[in-house]
Each structure stands twice: as C-alpha cells, then as structure tokens.
C-alpha cells in the first residue's frame, strides 16, 4: 500500500509562535484517516502546509509522491479541501460556487452534484451571504464529495450540520472509503471520528503524540477496575503499573496499564473476588488524557 | 442614552487610532503650507489681483480651485485654494469612517458579537457619526487655530475651518443612507463614493463654465456651497447651515431605514441565483469578471456621464474669450482659444486618471480582499496557481483602467465635438490624452500589488501614497511646490494632451516601473504564506 500524506519534522513558527514543533504523520492510500488534536494544536496549520497555502520551515512533507509547494497547481487536482469555516462569495449562488470549485478542479459529474444536493437537501439557488452556516458547509461538501478526487482533506468537515446531515456525511465518507479515496479527516467530534477512520493522529502543541488503530491507542491507555474483595490486600499500591489507587476496606478502585492487568487480577484471585469490573477506556478518556496532561505522561510505560 | 454606545466610540477610536491622526496631519498640513506659499508668491495687492485675473479667465484653472473673487486678505486666498479639495479630503475621510464602523462590521461578523451584548442597534451608526463629527470639528479647530495665527479675522477664520466639519457631515449622512438601503458594504461604498464624484464634477463644471451661463450647476454640489461660503469675504453663514441641515435631514432618514433593516442585510432586495454556473464561471478569469464586472460597469458609465458633460462645456469656455478683453490677452499667452479649450480637457483628463488611478488601487486590492476574507483558499486549494488566481485579477487594474481612460476620453471627445464641432478629430485627440494616462495610473495599481506581495500587512498603504500623491499633483502647481515634491506625482510626468508635447520617455519608464513592481509583488507572493 502506498502512502498518500507523509510528513515528518514538520516545523512552522510564526514569528516567535512555534505552530508546529517537529510534527509525524502517514496516510497511507486508501484509509481515513483521523487528525485530532486541542485547540490550536496545529491542525489547520498542518493541513494549509499540506495544500501549499504556507511553506514549511523544516522537515519534510510528501502528498501523493510530490511536493506540496512546489506541485500545489498538479496535486490540487488530484485532491479536495473543506475547510472548516467556509467563506463564499456573497454574490454568487451556492449551485454556482460547486461549479466554479469542480470546475477548477478539473471537472464535476453531473449526476454525482444532483444526487449530494438531494441528499444533502441544499438549495443551489441562495446567494453566499443567505445561507446559514451549516448550509455553507454543505456547498463546501458538495463540491468536494462531487469532485472524484483521489484525496480528501476536510477540517472540521462537519461543524455546523444537524445530526441528520452528519449521518448523510458519514455515509459519504463511507463510500468514498469503498471506492479507494483516502481521507485525512480533522475533528473534534470523537463518535464521528470512531466510526470513521481506520487510524488518529493525535497531536499537541505541535507534535505528534499518539498514531496508530484505535484499538492499538486503547491497548496503550489504562483500564479502570473496580472489584469487592473477600479480604482487603496490603500493599497494593506499590505494585507496578498501578495508578490511581483507591481503597476502603474491601473495596477497590484503580486504573492499571494494559499490560499489567494480568498481573493485577492474579493478585486479586489470590484475595477472593467477589465482584470484578475491568473497563477499556471510552474514547472521551483516551482523547481527554492526550489532550489535557503533559507530554511526558502520555509515554506508555514500559 | 444609547446603550453601549461609549463602548463602541472607544473602540472605534481605538482602531482607528493611526488612521485618524494621519488624515488630520495630511490636511492641516495642507492648509498650512498653502497659507505659507500664498503669502510668498502674492505679497502684494497687485500680484494677488493679477493671480484673480488669470486664475478668472482660465477655465481650466477654475475647474480646479474655483472662481477668486476676494483677494484681500492671505486667508481669503488660503480658504478659495483649500475649498476646492480639502472638503472632499474630509468627506472621503467621513464615508470611510461610517461604512467601516457600520457595514463592515456587520458583514465581518463582529458586530454581531457586539451586539448580542447589550448594546442599542443605533449605537454602531451612532458611534460612527459621533466619530466622523468630532474628526471635522477638530480638524476646524485646529484650522481656526492656524489662521489666527497668520493673523487673520476670527469670524472668517471661523467659517472656513467649519466649511469642512460641514462637507463631511454631509457625506457621512449620505453613507449613513447608502449604508441602509445597498445590499453589500461594498455597494454602499459605491454608491457615497459616486455621490461625491458627482458633486466634485457638477463643482468642477459650474465653474468651469464661469459667468457664461451654466455656473448654476455648481449649485447642485454641496462642494459647490462649501465653495460659496467665501470665508473673509462675505462669510456667508447659511450656507454652513444649508449643510448642516442637509446633513440632519440624511441623518434623521437613516435611523429611520435603520429601524426596517435587518443586521447584514440591505433594504434593497437581492435576487435568487443561478442553479448551475454558466460556461463562463469555471475558471479564474470567470471568477474575477463576476467580481470585478459590477465595479467595471459603475466607473465606465460614470466616466461616460461626467466625460461627455465636460465636453459639452467647452462651448462657455469660446463665449467668455470674447466677452472680456483681460481674459482674451492671458488666454493669447496659453495659445489663443484652441489653447484654452486644449489646457480645459487636459485639466479635465488628468480628473479622469486621477479617478481611474483610485479604480486601480480599488481593483488591485481585491486580491487581499479575498484573501484576508478566507475566498481565496477555497480557490487555491483546487488546480489554480497564485500566479494564475492574482493575474485574473489584476487584468482590471492593467486592462479595466485603460477601457475606463478611453471611455472617458471618448465620451470627451463626443460631447467636445458636439459643441464645437470636428467631432473625429476631439475624440482622437482625447482617446490619445486618456491613453497617456495609462502609465501614471498603472503605477499606483504596481505599488498596491508590490505591497501586497512583499508585506501584505501594509497593503492598505497604498491608498496613503494615492491619496498624497493626488494631494500634490491637484494642489502643487498652484503652490509652486518643489520640482521634486511634484516629480513624485507619476501624472507630473505624462504629456499633457490634447494640446501638449509627446515624449515617450517617461511613458515607457513609468511602464517598465509598473512592471518591475507588479513583477516583484507577484514574484514575493509566490514566496510568502497566504492567509
Ligand atoms: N497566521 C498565523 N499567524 C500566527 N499564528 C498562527 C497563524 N496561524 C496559526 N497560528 C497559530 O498556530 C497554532 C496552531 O493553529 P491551528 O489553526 O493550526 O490550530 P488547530 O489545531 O486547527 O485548532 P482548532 O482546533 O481550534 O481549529 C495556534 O497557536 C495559532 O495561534
Ligand atoms: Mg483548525
């Protein structure tokens, strides 16, 4: 399987702000691939770098085997962008703003931009100024789903639709996931993003802190337990692996890494279980910890 | 009390706290040099009669600074030199002013932020009119304060610094109104924009045509009545309150449209849009025409208007040849009668350029525009280089100037050859005068798109340099200002025609020095980041 996105050191300071501080990330061909991350922790920034819009001041970025400053006017028309707060010219109709974008583009199907108007059910006849926010979108989408493009890069694709268009936006991706189209996906909405993609990306302040499968994130985090003993066992704090440790008499709270958990339930069979409760962590708990502690934490132990 | 309306003025204030000192140095500064070079060049009774004289039976130069009636004192000359441009200086300055406080804002989203707070919807037109009022009556004070200290009446020095407070208010009330009803800021921009062109031509006409009959015109500009309030002569105080209550009567009309106004919207209504894209709107060139074509339109059938119109006056120019045998000797030193007119429609068509060149700016500009307001990504990320997406545009500043030159020259040359005759030969008299102006107005679109390139933070800029560079090329020749404070104007350097010598010299340099810096801008943004 060939790479579509490859970006390795990727440094961009403005002025004195360092946006992006050595950041990794590989899309390989045909997956979706999820970009998660804080509030300004680069994503936009990362993904402007990735259509030309700015250059890199270090490390090295490859999208679909060229570079993406030097080859912006080929590579953008083998992919399309959504960006997440989309601006249209206030004079010109939505139906007239998805032309213009396929067009430019190097062609739109058609058939293909009836069938997203129905089921995105946008009226093309609005001027830019008229629509709301969440139809301004959907041109944007529109365009982009219409457009037959190997690549899709959609930054916060979906802020703005109601619950009912975020479905129909789903299946989209869906189906171009179906037809071999890689997607490069940023969100902060967590369900959308695991019923999506394939892989994340989590990034912070500018670096890369965490890739892989979604279960290969949950097997790195914590699994919270919580078990009622036969008898209290002294000590266990200072088993390794353990975090977080409450006890009150029989009673056990704890978040223990993934791969200590073995060891911890043998300890506790050893006591006599009388009820035992081991949760993987939601996706909210992955994403809050990456989020939120200091980069250090965030390393597996070993 | 307005709620929220101290907030906003302080932040209106605050913003525009570069803007306004500039503008304000900009003009006393031109007050004060004119009152400076005027005692120099007229000491004497006898030299500012003769300056009376010459500047009366000179319609070209009428056109220009208006008829000089009072000539007894420094200031009377100081206030008929400043009336004719320092007014408009301050109305431009006024419109400016409310479409960014009101329009702007709205169409920027902001001020919908703001006024979720708690803050009256007559509180950002408010602020903006509070703040364009207060720009003109310190400007008036400080004004009032220069001429005392040249030692001139208080009463005249009085009117004269209030003639331009009252000017502004006006044009501040007319944007108020134009802010209400367009559909855009950018139209309502538009439309105030050619009110006041309108009112600065009808000026310019009235008394171009002088005592022959058609001065009645200049009565239809407000500039005209600024104009006639003549200051140290007469101080003709009603005029200041015809302003003054024009300007109530816009004011009272806007808050009234402001009532059925929807925020971000216009009360003139906006037709649903094409499903599809016609054939045309599919690459960037389609693109920039529907965004440029709008503005193209305005100016060619403005320039059209006003080209014909000043022709058409050259008929009073003959007439007061052979009215007054004073006038007819200084009009045998510029050339005889064909000199007279000649000089007239060389005034009229470096009007022309000097307005083509703010279309320049205008258009040239639109590249940041889109970019500052997040248009031209979506753009960018499909298969259109920079190079392609900004030439697109900057066709209007390169091609769209030279259509408008030659409109403007032919409506000229068809209203010139109505009246006088020889019809085919004005208008290739006049197509050739507008077509020498297309290396000056080149050049301030160069600078705009060097700017843009190189630090697009400064872009705006650019309407500083033209704005100074206007200033000079309209006040300096009268001022006999230093050859090289008037060699920075690019139209100091171009032939004046008809009637003048052609040099290609300094047309080929001013268009290999567009060329370097609109090929240094576009090379720069090929370099820097967007957005
Ligand atoms: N043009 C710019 N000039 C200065 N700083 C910038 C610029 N663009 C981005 N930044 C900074 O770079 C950092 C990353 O911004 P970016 O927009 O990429 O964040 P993001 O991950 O997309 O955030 P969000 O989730 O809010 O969209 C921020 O600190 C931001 O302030
Ligand atoms: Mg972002």
Redesign the interface.
């Known amino acids: 399987m060939a790479t579509a996105i490859s970006v390795s050191g990727l440094v961009k300071t403005f002025g004195r702000t360092r946006a992006l501080d050595g950041l990794n990330l590989t899309v390989e061909e045909g997956e979706v691939h999820g970009f998660l991350g804080p509030n300004g922790a680069g994503k936009s920034t990362t993904i402007?770098v990735l259509?030309?819009?700015?250059?890199a001041n270090g490390g090295t970025v490859r999208l679909l085997d060229g570079d993406p400053w030097r080859d912006?006017?080929?590579l953008?028309?083998r992919?399309?962008?959504v960006?997440g707060?989309?601006?249209?010219?206030?004079?010109?109709?939505?139906?007239?703003?998805?032309?213009?974008?396929g067009?430019?583009?190097?062609g739109i199907s058609a058939a293909r931009r009836g069938e997203l108007l129905d089921r995105f059910e946008l009226d093309?006849?609005?001027?830019g100024?008229?629509y709301s926010k969440g139809n301004r979108q959907k041109v944007?989408l529109v365009a982009a789903f219409a457009s037959d493009a190997e690549l899709l890069?959609l930054d916060e694709p979906t802020s703005g639709l109601d619950p009912l268009m975020e479905e129909v936006f789903r299946q989209c991706v869906a189906e171009e996931r179906d037809r071999g189209r890689t997607v490069l996906l940023s969100s902060h909405i967590l369900s959308e993003v695991e019923a999506l993609c394939d892989r994340v990306s989590i990034i912070r302040a500018g670096r890369t802190v965490e890739t892989g499968t979604l279960a290969e994130l949950r097997h790195l985090a914590r699994t919270s337990v919580e078990a009622e003993l036969v008898a209290s066992v002294p000590g266990l704090a200072d088993l390794p692996g353990l975090h977080d440790v409450q006890q009150n008499g029989t009673l056990l709270r704890c978040q223990v890494d993934a791969q200590r958990l073995d060891a911890l339930v043998a300890v506790l069979t050893r006591a006599g279980v009388r009820s035992l409760i081991c949760r993987p962590p939601t996706l909210e708990e992955l994403f809050l910890r990456h989020y939120g502690g200091a980069a250090s934490e965030l390393e597996p132990q070993p | 009390m307005i709620a929220g309306l101290s907030v906003l003025l302080r932040l209106a204030l605050r913003r525009d706290r570069i803007m306004l000192p500039v503008w304000l140095y900009a003009l006393v500064a031109s007050v004060a040099s004119a009152a400076v070079s005027l005692r120099h060049l007229y000491p004497s009774q006898g030299s500012r009669d003769r300056l009376a004289l010459s500047i009366n039976s000179n319609a070209s130069l009428r056109a220009l600074y208006g008829p000089l009636y009072e000539t007894h004192s420094l200031g009377a000359l100081t206030a008929w030199r400043m009336l004719a441009i320092g007014p408009v200086m301050i109305a431009l300055l006024c419109q400016l002013l409310i479409t960014r406080h009101t329009r702007a804002e709205e169409?920027s989203g902001r001020l919908e932020l703001l006024s979720a707070g708690a803050l009256d919807r007559r509180a950002p037109l408010t602020a903006a009119l509070i703040t364009a009022g207060s720009i003109g009556l310190v400007f008036a004070s400080v004004v009032l304060a220069v001429m005392l200290g040249f030692g001139q009446d208080v009463a005249g020095s009085l009117a004269f610094g209030l003639a331009f407070p009252a000017v502004g208010l006006l044009f501040a009330g007319l944007t108020a109104v134009t802010a209400q009803l367009a559909p855009?800021g950018r139209t309502a921009n538009g439309l105030a924009g050619g009110a006041l062109g309108t009112a600065f031509l009808l000026r310019s006409i009235g008394d171009a045509a002088g005592s022959s009959g058609a001065s009645w015109v200049g009565w239809l500009s407000p500039l005209g009545w600024a104009e006639r309030v003549h200051p140290y002569g007469g101080n003709q105080w009603w005029l200041l309150g015809l302003l003054v209550g024009a300007a109530a009567v816009e004011i009272a009309m806007a808050y009234l449209l402001l009532a059925r106004r929807d925020l971000?919207g216009g009360l003139l209504p906006?037709r649903?849009?094409?499903?599809?894209?016609?054939a045309g709107?599919?690459?960037?060139l389609?693109?920039a025409w529907?965004?440029q074509r709008g503005t193209l339109w305005a100016w060619a059938v403005s320039l059209i208007v006003f080209g014909f119109v000043l022709g058409g006056i050259t008929k009073g120019l003959q007439q007061l040849v052979n009215d007054t045998p004073e006038a007819a000797q200084t009009i045998e030193r510029l050339g005889g009668t064909t000199g007279v007119v000649n000089s007239y429609l060389s005034t009229c068509t470096t009007f022309v350029a000097m307005a083509v060149a703010v279309y320049a700016v205008q258009t040239a500009l639109r590249l940041r525009e889109e970019e500052t307001?997040?248009?031209a990504?979506?753009?960018?990320?499909?298969?259109?280089?920079?190079l392609t997406w900004a030439g697109s545009h900057l066709l209007y500043p390169l091609l769209g100037t030279f259509v408008l030159l030659e409109a403007g020259g032919l409506a000229m040359g068809l209203g010139t050859g109505a009246v006088l005759g020889d019809t085919g030969g004005w208008i290739g008299r006049l197509l050739a005068a507008g077509l020498v102006q297309v290396p000056a107005v080149w050049l301030f679109a160069a600078a705009g798109t060097a700017l843009y390139g190189l630090q697009p933070q400064w872009t705006t800029g650019v309407w500083g340099l033209l704005g100074l560079l206007l200033l000079i090329t309209y006040l300096g020749p009268a001022m006999n200002a230093d050859h090289w404070l008037l060699d920075l104007s690019p139209f100091t350097h171009v032939p004046r025609l008809p009637g003048g010598a052609v040099h290609a010299a300094p047309l080929l340099w001013l268009t290999l020095l567009s060329g370097a810096l609109a090929a240094a801008g576009l090379l720069g943004l090929g370099?820097?980041?967007?957005?």
């Open positions: 402007r259509l030309g819009l700015i250059r912006a006017v080929a953008h028309r992919l399309a962008y960006p707060d989309v601006i249209l010219w206030r004079n010109l109709s939505g139906g007239e703003v998805i032309d213009l974008l067009r430019l583009r190097g093309p006849t609005q001027r100024n008229a944007a890069i | 169409e855009t971000g906006q649903p849009g094409a499903t599809t894209a016609g709107l599919g690459r960037p389609g693109l529907r965004l307001g997040g248009r990504e979506p753009v960018l990320a499909t298969a259109v280089g920079r370099r820097r980041d967007l957005g």
